[in-house]
C-alpha cells in the first residue's frame, strides 16, 4: 500500500517569512496529492491540491510543487502570517476504479511568529 | 463544512464498556470513512465504505466494527473499549469531482470528530 513521509514535523517561522512542507510518497501509481490545514481544535480542510499531470499549482500565498520522477512533493507558505498557525496534512491517492482513499503524512505543526 | 455531523462531541468512557460513534451525512456521498488522530501520528484510517451495504478495512481496524445500513449513517463501534483507543475520531466522506479534461478525484470533507477518553 501506500506510504506517505512528511517533514518537517515541526516548524517555526516568523511572519512574512516563507514556509516549505515536504512529502515524499511510495506508490507510483497514485495521481492526487491534497494539503489539509487543521486548526487547534477543528477539524482537516483542504487548502489546495494538485494532480500528477501538473508540476506546480498556486492560490494566492498557496503553492504546490509536485516531482512525479522522484516521488515528492511540497507544500509553500509565502508571507506567513499568524493565522497560518496550524497543523498541515499532505496525503496521495489513486483516483481510479471506484478507490478515493487516502493516506496522510504524519502532520507538520507550523508556528508562525509575530 | 455542513453535511457531515458526529455525535457525541466527547466522550468519557470506563474500559470494558461498548461505545458507537455515529456519524451522518446529507450530501448523498458513496463513500465514508473512519480516522483516528493521535498526536505525531496523524489520521490513521480505521475503516471505510465504499457505497451502502459494503465496509471494509483499513490501516488500524482491530477493535473496531463499522456497518453501513444506507447511504447516510456510518456508525463506528467499539466492542469492548481499552485505554489505547483513547483518541479523536473524524468521521469524513469525499465528493468525487470531475474537471474538464481530468480523471475524477477525491475532495474529502470531515466531520467535527468525537474526542474519546477510555479510562
Known amino acids: 500500500g501506500e506510504n506517505v513521509e512528511q517533514h518537517p514535523s515541526t516548524l517555526s517561522v516568523q511572519e512574512g517569512d516563507s514556509a516549505v512542507i515536504k512529502c515524499t510518497y511510495s506508490d507510483s501509481a497514485s495521481n492526487y496529492f491534497p494539503w489539509y490545514k487543521q486548526e487547534l481544535g477543528k477539524r482537516p480542510q483542504l487548502i489546495i491540491d494538485?494532480?500528477?499531470?501538473?508540476g506546480e499549482k498556486k492560490d494566492q500565498r498557496i503553492a504546490v510543487t509536485l516531482n512525479k520522477t522522484a516521488k515528492h512533493f511540497s507544500l509553500h507558505i509565502t508571507e506567513t502570517q499568524p493565522e497560518d498557525s496550524a497543523v498541515y496534512f499532505c496525503a496521495a491517492a489513486y483516483s481510479g476504479a471506484g478507490s478515493y482513499q487516502l493516506t496522510f503524512g504524519k502532520g507538520t505543526k507550523l508556528s508562525v511568529i509575530p | 463544512i455542513a453535511g457531515i455531523t458526529q455525535a457525541p462531541t466527547s466522550q468519557i468512557l470506563a474500559a470494558g464498556r461498548r461505545m458507537t460513534l455515529r456519524c451522518t451525512q446529507d450530501?448523498?456521498?458513496?463513500?465514508m470513512y473512519w480516522y483516528r488522530q493521535d498526536l505525531g501520528l496523524g489520521l490513521r484510517l480505521i475503516h471505510y465504505?465504499?457505497?451502502?451495504?459494503?465496509?471494509g478495512k483499513g490501516e488500524v481496524p482491530d477493535g473496531y466494527s463499522v456497518s453501513r445500513a444506507n447511504t447516510d449513517d456510518f456508525p463506528l463501534t467499539l466492542a469492548s473499549a481499552v485505554p489505547s483507543q483513547t483518541s479523536v475520531y473524524f468521521c469524513?466522506?469525499?465528493?468525487?469531482?470531475?474537471?474538464?479534461?481530468?480523471?475524477?478525484?477525491?475532495?474529502?470533507?470531515f466531520g467535527p470528530g468525537t474526542r474519546l477518553t477510555v479510562l
Open positions: 469524513a466522506s469525499p465528493l468525487i469531482r470531475e474537471r474538464p479534461g481530468l480523471a475524477r478525484y477525491n475532495e474529502q470533507f
Open positions: 494538485i494532480r500528477s499531470n501538473v
Open positions: 450530501m448523498r456521498h458513496n463513500a
Open positions: 465504505s465504499n457505497t451502502a451495504g459494503t465496509t
